[in-house]
């Protein structure tokens, strides 16, 4: 491997990026300048800069890179910023897909002395990627394809970090997860089988390298800021919060707002939500906490013999969304899924727009056989591993696929959550809660709470969460320390830690750039306004009124004009487009 | 919008935060509304064009701190530390934009509200933003302006005030002439009926405690124990408008329905577990905060007195102990010095309990702070009397 020299006086950065070549079986070090790092932060924001000259290509493409990308803020003292971004372009979605996870990977990447590991090329058989600080391996797997990933992990007993697919990914569904040895999965838009499309079956990292900051005092004075912050939070330290229950926390009141989707977003509300809702979880496993590498939060719950729970999402939709209550049976099909590395959201919900396209009852015995069929490609497997758009599609019924750009919608109801239609609408990675994450003000009511049933103002509120969540991503930090601390606070945290001065507004600033580089880069992908719309089920069919809240269809010309007014207050022009002249600024 | 900024506007007023017809509210979203004094619409109109934030609130405190505290902090001092738990958690510290050269820097102060929840501006007044609501920029103004209130009313205590300082404290010894009133009788009177009764006399409550200035902004809460649940207020919400805004937590935590309820559930269980109580008011009144923070220990080695003191302390005969908000350690201190029915968190506010209702707890925080002012005074008395002294002596300073 040839030597790089960083750039000087990097405190938080390494300034080198690894790059491995699959196709010919090389590895090579280049640096990346302290402008690059700066304006692009890490995570997701460097992973969507490195992707500036090949986001046309088509995902499973030997040239598309696949991008891992710690932040600046790893490795130090602050709380729940070890996270790994992955970012490529989704086969689900043909957009730009940038994937936040836990475990070590993070961690252990910064400690090898990188900053990002971008692959690259297609092996010709089945590898391994063992990355020990300087020495980069690629080593034959063949031995592990076809293994799920439990057993991978048992074979390899990875130490440091290691991110692996299964099954799904080595057969390139197309929501196939990529799975962390920890339990946490780079979800949602199918990257894990990119992954698998180069034959890539895990990757292992490990180093030594200690991490520098610039002032110490500095990092433990806005570390003890946060702290106070998240200790305020009741929905993060409360005794009915993440902390003590996990997202599971979120069924109870989700169901109480009467927005939980249920039978493929045909009603609103399940009867039964209780019998899988996180009281029920601590009576049936008793769970200990499990959390992200020095997470204070630990909002992870496993059994008391490290089974990992699933989370209020996987619970919600392999419950309500089916129609099943019984809470070993979802649990186990969570897991399964988290073992043929499947993405449960979309699974689950490609399952249930089949099991409404087809007039098929769901089955909750046949689950396991089912998943199983879709990680092998087997029989309707085949076609229920290309999603729900491409099922609906296939079966003549595209009405029926609750999906945005081709993502299936979580477990929000947006007729619950006007914020959260428009968010779902506007995504760069399609129906997802995560980018604007509107469940705080709507719902958890922080920083300030809004008003669930008015668009009124929710095309600013999304574009400034939208923003701040890009940079949250890019340091790479965990969504949940955004609804106590907010940029204000990691300004500072990341001005002590890398010792260049940032403030809030700057990097609200550059998360907007990252955030239109995204749309740009989808856009010239043939994406476009009308991308940017929902299910027509919600638009014509009401929600489950009842308890006093009533839930109807949503009024398509207020969403229309809040859309349009996202539009102006973005830049965009009146269908959505990015102005030519933002290439001049962008990422 | 426009409905929002007179709003927010009129409740500054009502609030007495702010001097009548020295505040502004300015909003964009994709169009700018605006309301309030004119001089101050411009400024706020030209700095929000340079912020990203939805709403800025401008206004001038009824007492003038941005005159105030440019003459008690040391000339190079750029920040004000407030010293009150609550607002230490959220403000960390409160940015002072100077003149220099008779000038103010707007670069600078549109800089700092790019970075910060507000500033003090001399010779203007205070500065909040909004990032992502109207109301939020109230919240913010409301939440400086309280840490200003106590940071300053203190300094008056434990400094040596200038004479400029003291001739403009005659709106605070009005002020403190004048008890906050027992308007109770019409509260409603329990024990109640049912769930409905509860919603009623907690947003009742609510309101009178808003009323009478004993919270301010959207801090404070408020509960109810009946039929082995809470019935408590929602983290954010306003006490005086609490219509649906109130969650049910079992006491077996048999639902997790009620996450949003109040950041302080913690002290509030702890208070029903350890007394007889059934309802719970927790507010804010400004001069209980600030004496709770007076202490005369000496030789005291505690730097962060807010979460680490372990004394139990008394402001009159009511404890006032540490503890910091949520999980920070409230419950664990409070709730063994509850006996009484009222308790003071270090620089935080009153927990007040009573067994039947609100009239209860509403009476001890208002006799609670109408002690606090009495005793201000007093200080503040003595205080005024030593400095007209040494002034003669010394000539002003």
Redesign the interface.
């Known amino acids: 491997m040839n030597k790089v020299t960083p750039p000087r006086n990097l405190a938080g950065w390494c300034g080198r990026l690894l790059i491995v070549d699959l196709t010919h079986q090389k590895s090579w070090v280049e640096s990346l300048s302290a402008d690059l790092l700066h304006d692009s932060i890490g995570g997701r924001g460097l992973g969507v800069r490195l992707l500036r000259d090949t986001y046309q290509l088509d995902p499973f493409s030997a040239a598309m890179p696949l991008i891992f990308a710690g932040g600046p803020l790893c490795g130090t003292i602050a709380p729940a910023s070890a996270r790994l971004s992955v970012v490529s372009r989704s086969p689900l979605t043909g957009t730009i897909h940038a994937s936040s996870c836990g475990g070590a990977m993070a961690l252990q990447l910064k400690a090898a002395g990188y900053d990002a590991l971008k692959i690259t090329g297609v092996s010709a058989a089945p590898v391994l990627l063992s990355i020990a600080g300087d020495q980069v391996q690629i080593e034959s797997a063949t031995h592990l394809w076809g293994l799920p990933v439990s057993n991978t992990l048992a074979a390899l007993k990875p130490v440091g970090g290691a991110a692996i697919i299964g099954p799904a990914g080595e057969h390139q569904v197309l929501y196939a997860n990529i799975m962390t040895a920890e339990g946490s999965a780079a979800g949602r838009g199918g990257l894990g089988a990119v992954m698998g499309a180069k034959r890539l079956k895990g990757i292992q990292i490990a180093g030594k390298k200690p991490v520098v900051v610039a002032d110490a005092e500095g990092v433990e004075r806005s570390v003890n800021?946060i702290m106070?912050?998240l200790?305020?939070?009741?929905?993060i330290?409360?005794?009915?919060?993440f902390a003590e229950?996990g997202t599971?926390?979120?069924?109870?009141?989700l169901?109480?707002r009467r927005m939980v989707p249920t039978n493929n977003f045909r009603e609103t509300f399940f009867a039964e939500t209780?019998r899988y809702?996180?009281?029920a979880l601590r009576r049936r496993y008793q769970p200990v906490s499990q959390g992200c590498h020095d997470c204070p939060i630990a909002c992870k719950k496993a059994t008391r013999d490290q089974q990992r729970l699933p989370e209020h999402g996987s619970l919600s939709h392999f419950g309500a969304l089916l129609g099943i209550s019984d809470l070993d049976i979802i649990v186990a099909a969570c897991r399964l899924c988290n073992d043929l590395g499947l993405d449960t959201l979309s699974a689950a919900a490609t399952i249930a727009a089949f099991s409404e396209a087809s007039g098929e009852g769901i089955r909750a015995e046949d689950l396991p056989h089912r998943l199983g069929q879709i990680a092998m490609r087997q029989e309707d497997g085949d076609l229920l591993a290309q999603g729900a758009r491409r099922l609906t599609t296939a079966l003549g019924c595209p009405h029926l696929a609750m999906t945005v750009k081709g993502l299936e919608l979580p477990a929000y109801d947006p007729r619950g959550a006007y914020g959260m239609a428009l968010a779902y609408a506007t995504s760069n990675r399609g129906a997802c809660h995560l980018p604007a994450y509107p469940v705080a003000?709507e719902?958890?009511?922080?920083?300030?709470?809004?008003d669930r049933f008015d668009f009124?103002?929710k095309?600013?509120?999304n574009i400034?969460?939208e923003n701040t969540h890009v940079v949250g991503d890019s340091l790479v930090a965990c969504r949940f320390v955004f609804l106590a601390a907010?940029l204000?606070?990691y300004?500072a945290l990341l001005t002590a830690v890398t010792g260049v001065d940032f403030?809030?507004?700057?990097l609200?600033?550059g998360g907007e750039r990252i955030w239109l580089s995204e749309r740009y880069y989808n856009q010239m992908n043939g994406f476009t306004s009308a991308d940017d719309m929902l299910p027509e089920r919600f638009f014509q069919e009401p929600g489950s009124s009842g308890h006093g809240i009533s839930i109807p269809a949503i009024d398509r010309q207020r969403f229309l004009d809040e859309r349009a007014?996202y539009y102006?207050?973005r830049g965009l022009d009146d269908r959505g487009q990015v102005p030519s002249h933002f290439l001049e600024n962008r990422l | 919008m426009i409905r929002q900024v007179e709003k927010y506007r009129h409740q500054l007023e009502r609030d007495g935060a702010v001097r009548q017809g020295r505040v502004a509210l300015v909003a964009q979203d994709d169009l700018i509304r605006e309301a309030g004094a004119t001089d101050l619409c411009r400024i706020g109109r030209a700095l929000l064009s340079e912020v990203k934030s939805i709403a800025l609130v401008i206004g001038e405190p009824w007492l003038p701190f941005q005159n105030l505290y440019p003459l008690c902090l040391a000339p190079e001092s750029q920040r004000i530390a407030p010293l009150d738990t609550e607002t230490r958690t959220f403000l960390h510290d409160i940015p002072l934009v100077r003149r220099h050269h008779g000038r103010i820097d707007w670069a600078d102060v549109a800089g700092l509200l790019g970075q910060r929840k507000g500033v003090l501006v001399e010779g203007v007044g205070i500065i909040a933003v909004g990032s992502v609501t109207v109301e939020q920029g109230y919240v913010n103004f409301s939440t400086l302006y309280h840490a200003l209130f106590v940071g300053y009313l203190l300094h008056l205590l434990q400094d040596e005030p200038r004479c400029a300082e003291i001739v403009e404290l005659g709106p605070l010894l009005e002020q403190l002439a004048h008890p906050i009133p027992q308007l109770l009788d019409d509260i409603a009177a329990g024990p109640f009926a049912d769930e409905h009764a509860v919603r009623k006399a907690i947003e009742q409550a609510g309101q009178r405690t808003v009323e009478l200035h004993l919270v301010d902004s959207f801090f404070g809460n408020i509960s109810c124990h009946v039929n082995n649940q809470l019935m408590i207020s929602q983290t954010g919400a306003s006490l005086d408008a609490l219509a649906g805004c109130v969650d049910l937590v079992p006491d077996d935590n048999s639902t997790t329905a009620g996450l949003t309820a109040s950041s302080e559930l913690p002290a509030h269980r702890a208070i029903y577990a350890a007394t007889g109580a059934t309802v719970i008011l927790h507010g804010h009144p400004k001069f209980t905060v600030l004496m709770s923070l007076l202490c005369d220990e000496q030789g005291c080695h505690i730097a962060d007195c807010w979460k680490d003191c372990p004394q139990v302390r008394y402001l009159g005969t009511v404890p006032v102990v540490a503890g910091e908000v949520g999980a920070g350690g409230i419950a664990k201190n409070l709730a063994p010095v509850m006996a009484d029915g009222i308790g003071v968190v270090y620089g935080h506010g009153v927990f007040a309990a009573g067994t039947v209702d609100f009239r209860q707890p509403l009476h001890k925080m208002i006799a609670l702070e109408n002690w606090c002012r009495r005793e201000y005074q007093r200080l503040l008395g003595q205080k005024i009397a030593g400095h007209e002294k040494s002034g003669v002596k010394s000539g002003s300073r």
């Open positions: 800021d106070r912050l200790n305020a939070a009741p929905v330290f409360g005794e009915l919060g229950y599971p926390a979120l069924i109870d009141l169901a109480q209780s809702a996180a009281p003000h719902i958890l009511r922080k920083p300030v709470a809004s009124a103002g095309a600013w509120m400034v969460a907010g204000e606070e300004a403030t809030a507004t700057q609200l600033a007014r102006r207050l």
